[in-house]
């Protein structure tokens, strides 16, 4: 029987060791860590396999990205904060430009919130990720378009209050960039490595900016 798994999950959650796990759907196996994770948004459910002592672990449903909750399962609330440099953002990718990626704050973690409770925003704050913030080696050789699509969800971190417009956010760090994402054909997808998602459906493989599980 799999340990305790949380009540709730966003993509890249860890969620068991496999072996004696193994992912069903709206789950991946991660080699980089040897444990299952999640695909999806939502409740993790178990269920035995006819060999002894292993199970399936799946998320039987998506939720609506409004009701994204952090790794510890806690629910986030619904309120108008306002984010600050240092706090971790989920945004959503509204644009993509040769020079920047623009992106909409939808949850925030603020630094100061114990327990890493996340909060959704009321009203959705305007953020840009620049060329140059994408990644923290190698900023020359960063194509925006090979690192976010459209509809994306990205995990980061406001590095500045920008202009009266816009935030400024950081995908600089392994574990920032793309936790959810959907192919050309719209279908969910899973990271296999740290600049790829693959289709669970069609098996396609697309570039993106990938945020390392926890």
Known sequence: ????????????????????????????????????????????ATKPLPTNNQHEISIPRPLPSVELANVMG????????????????L??????RVRQVDVVIQVVYPGDTEGGEGCVCADDWAAVIRKEDVRATEKEKVVCADGFRVGDVVRGVVISLGDQSNFYLTTGKNELGVI??????????????????????????ELRKVAKPF
């Open 74 to 89: 806690e629910r986030i609330t619904n309120t108008n904060v306002l984010p600050r440099v240092g706090d971790v953002v």
């Open 180 to 205: 959810m994402a959907r192919s050309e054909a719209g279908n969910a997808m899973y990271p296999i490595s740290w600049k790829e998602f693959q289709d669970q459906e069609t098996g396609v493989i």
């Open 1 to 44: 029987m799999p340990g305790t798994l949380p009540s709730f999950v966003y993509p890249g959650s860890p969620l068991g060791p496999s072996p004696p796990n193994f992912p069903g759907p709206g789950t991946h196996f991660h080699a980089s860590t040897s444990a299952i994770h999640a695909s999806l948004s939502g409740k993790p």
């Open 91 to 96: 945004a959503r990718v509204s644009r993509v």
